[in-house]
């Protein structure tokens, strides 16, 4: 999709002057997914085409369609680093706990490790098996806490959605 911007009219050759809220609508539906937009933008995409015939009301409900789309927009972005936070949790947990088979695997051996290397490793081992086992700990709490977050935040899009012709988006 090629963005456009539009330029107020200059006042001096003759064409009438208009809110600039009206402009910047024009701009943001000219350059946006008519599909992706909240229902108040979506007809005003039809009333722009005579932007002769816009009232002061019109420019102010446009820079109200405006913002709920800005709004909708940040509750999207929103959601998406929800869900990119949870599957990074899941993903760190699933790795944690991998190392930690691992570790206890290399504790059991800690003699023979000791006779060929000529190094104790439990001090290093034990460190790093308590660490772990905190972040394992600590992960499936924090998951869920996101997991609450995104489930709220579903809720507030689904609200928004219904109120502003937005449910096929969710």
Request: some cysteine.
């Amino acid at each position: 999709m090629e963005s456009q911007t539009l330029t107020t009219p200059n006042p001096s050759s003759g064409v009438e002057t208009f809110p600039h809220e009206v402009f910047e609508a024009q701009s943001f539906l000219r350059n946006n997914d008519p599909r992706n937009l909240v229902a108040p933008l979506r007809q005003a995409k039809f009333v722009l085409a005579d932007t002769a015939a816009l009232p002061a009301q019109t420019a102010r409900e446009l820079q109200q369609a405006v913002l709920l789309q800005d709004q909708w927009e940040a509750l999207l972005a929103e959601r998406e680093l929800l869900r990119n936070d949870i599957q990074r949790g899941r993903e760190g947990l699933n790795e944690v706990r991998r190392d930690l088979i691992t570790l206890w695997a290399q504790l059991a051996e800690w003699p023979a490790y000791e006779r060929i290397c000529g190094h104790n490793p439990l001090p290093d081992l034990v460190q790093s098996i308590s660490v772990r086992e905190r972040i394992e700990e600590f992960l499936p709490g924090w998951i869920a806490r996101r997991e609450d977050q995104l489930a709220t935040l579903n809720l507030k899009m689904e609200a928004c959605a219904q109120n502003n012709g937005l449910a096929h988006l969710l």
